[in-house]
């Protein structure tokens, strides 16, 4: 039973990677008064172009920094868009996450000849785990042994990275000049304004921070989790994302527990697959579903009264003009 705990808690851990990197993206875009549904988008894009790049340089460090500056790119665009032309900050991220979804496949075809997927990374062209030192020789002691094995290491870069993200992330926001200034933004634009603060510049900046963060966790699906692209592969990740951010009310320590429960219910949806209830197999549908259907059960009945930054989703107009 033990062992199975452990085991659940380390799947949890990689599921919940790419979560935690994009409701961190999305927290600081939120922040700052733009919503962001494009999450998807970028996750895709940027796992495609880390994917790609790896494969035909057999670097990973290449393939992150492509996967990273495709994320911006397309974080960018999303700010051209709702920040300089005040658009629909909704309708632009979903023209963001088809942008992303039919041009990877498109350029995967055309590229690599392999119905949209990259091919299979290995060696250096992807991000190996990490195993702390004596892990084999502690496997076997009591309680701990297993906790410093199979928990704590193994890992690749990237999920301690996610981990490490949380807290400055927190630090950012809530211990440091450019923190208050960007959630004073997402609050009263106006009064930032005229205490001489550009309302855009901050607005950019949060864009560009969301872009790095997603990135990351596009190139973990692709180049860490699994070993190459393959079409659709974020498969709602981003959207689950701006729920955990729901749920944890814009606040990075909750957020990051709402990524975590996630991943442990995807986690135990894959155990629970081919077990027999009353003599009755689970449907494989069913488990697969069981992620999604309880995230928004959760959502609708537990988290209470989630207050939004005030200047969500609106587009900021100088009296000026």
């Known amino acids: 039973m033990y062992e199975t705990l452990i085991l659940m808690l380390d799947s949890t851990i990689r599921v919940a990677t790419p979560l935690i990197f994009a409701v961190l993206a999305g927290l600081f875009c939120e922040r700052s008064g733009v919503v962001n549904i494009g999450l998807e988008g970028n996750l895709l894009a940027s796992a495609f172009a880390g994917a790609a790049t790896a494969s035909m340089t057999g670097s990973a460090v290449q393939g992150l920094l492509a996967g990273v500056v495709v994320s911006i790119a397309m974080s960018l665009l999303h700010g051209f868009a709702t920040i300089t032309h005040r658009g629909d900050q909704v309708v632009s991220g979903m023209a963001v996450n088809i942008l992303a979804a039919g041009l990877t496949v498109t350029l995967g075809r055309y590229w690599f000849d392999q119905g949209g997927q ?43 990275m996610a981990f490490l993200a949380v807290p400055a992330a927190w630090w950012v926001l809530y211990r440091t000049r450019f923190g208050l200034r960007l959630r004073a933004v997402g609050e009263a634009p106006a009064a930032v304004d005229t205490a001489g603060i550009s309302v855009i510049r901050m607005r950019y900046s949060a864009i560009l921070i969301c872009g790095l963060l997603a990135g990351l966790g596009g190139v973990y699906l ?89 200047a969500l989703g609106t587009a900021y107009v100088k009296e000026r003009e």
């Open 222 to 310: 692709s180049m860490a989790q699994t070993a190459q692209f393959i079409p659709n592969m974020s498969a709602g990740k981003g959207y689950m994302a701006l729920a955990a951010l729901v749920f944890g009310k814009w606040r990075p320590w909750p957020a990051m527990s709402a990524c975590l429960l996630f991943g442990f219910l995807d986690a135990l949806a894959i155990r629970l697959q081919g077990v027999e209830i009353a003599g009755h197999t689970i449907p494989v549908q069913f488990i697969e579903a069981l992620p999604y259907v309880l995230t928004v059960f959760l959502l609708a009945g537990f988290i209470g009264k989630a207050i939004a930054p005030k």
């Open 118 to 160: 990259t091919p299979a990374l290995d060696g250096d062209a992807r991000f190996a785990p990490l195993h702390f030192p004596f892990e084999k020789e502690l496997f076997d002691v009591p309680v701990i042994g297993q906790l410093y094995s199979e928990l704590l290491s193994g890992h690749t870069v990237l999920e301690y």
